[in-house]
């Protein structure tokens, strides 16, 4: 306190000696303590841009290289590190921690258009955002650990089961339920997320009652049509941030780096494998680091076209018109979906390229009913799950 009064006395030469100059000195030392306790950096993990420098300066790469630490990507990158010890990870975020507008549920519509978010704008199209100036709105997706989990808002749901119909035998509802499953037990997500003490409530529940909808049990998820509480990742008044806790269970032999873009996946275009990514750092800094078994991207929706694009793989005619090289004709219309005939196999490899994976959002063949962050959770449970099977393999 003593430290705090001449620091501020050094500002501002009031006395705060009488009670009034205590309770303001008190205010501000709460205010202080408060923001610590909501936000804290070390919860995330360190960034380790140097050592990974140095590394590339010496020609050493890593087993995986994951491209984004979204929803998706800091659950594959944890997984993955306690699969194999012996296993070398490399985990890349193009953002930073994401700030205290992220921790506090109720400022959830804060985080949008500023630093945690791309903010994406939409191209005017005659149908779409027509109340906002040029006809153009802002697509919100996180740019921060834990991607756009952290600027989410926070409703887990998993959808109905006919959602999953059409993604193929291995991918549907029975095939997903497990992934599901294994990601509400390990968030033990059934224990919190419901406020018990609102008085509207009940009143919202007769409302749709009057209205003849049925009232159905979270568990229920074959209801098709009528209301059930939301379950929302909120903790102990704070945004239960997926990420965070995936990162805190990973293994130390995970490098992370933040504030770094993956501008392009380099391609071995005669052997028709990823063999690592070229990242560019805030300060312009540009090295290549190398994978030995897989590049993952977990870029999400918008980011991971883009990247392949980039990369040269995607529609030829769009690539050449954007100076390209085209490397691999695939149909990469904005999304990467999985199926027969589309961009990713059902292990959700690249079609006609080694080594490159896909595991985010944007491989959903449809897109399910339900918000879709606990449906993006299960694709990468069970992504980790064809990973390490593909190499265990290998390794026997
Ligand atoms: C405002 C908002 C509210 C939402 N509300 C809900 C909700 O309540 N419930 C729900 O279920 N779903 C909700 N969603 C949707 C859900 O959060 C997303 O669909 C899901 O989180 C997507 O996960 P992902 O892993 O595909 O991508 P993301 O979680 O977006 O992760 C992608 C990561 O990749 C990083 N990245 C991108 N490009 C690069 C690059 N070139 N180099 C390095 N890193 C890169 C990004 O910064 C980001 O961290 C909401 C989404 C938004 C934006």
Redesign the pocket.
Known sequence: MDALSSNIASVCPLGFSNTGGEMFLRAVTTMIAAHCSIINDSEWPDDRTEAVIKKSNVGESYDFII????????LVASQLSNINPTWSILL????DNPDILSEVPAF??L??NKKN??KYKVEPNGKSCLGFKDNTCI???????????????????RGHPEDFTSWGKSWDYDALLPYFEKQEKLLNISDHGHVDDNKWYEIIREAWKELNFSFHKNQNNEAVIGTRRAK??IKEGKRFNT?KVYLQRASKQMDIIKN????KIIIDSVQKKAIG?K?RLENGHVFDIMASKEVIL???????P??LMLSGIGPEDHLTEKDIPCILNLPVVGTVKMGDDSVVDFNLLVRGLNNLRV????IMPSIPG????????AI?QKAVDIIKLRHSKDEL
Do not use: P, R
């Open positions: 491209v984004g630490a979204g929803t998706a990507g800091t890349v975020e193009a953002g959830l519509f985080n949008q978010d791309w697509w919100s997706k996180g740019k921060c650990m834990g991607g756009s989990s952290s600027i989410n808002a926070m409703i887990y749901i929302l990742l990420g770094a873009h993956v501008e990514v990242i977990s870029a999400g929706s918008i980011a991971t883009q990247l595991v985010d959002a944007s339900a918000n879709v962050m606990a449906t993006t959770l990468a």
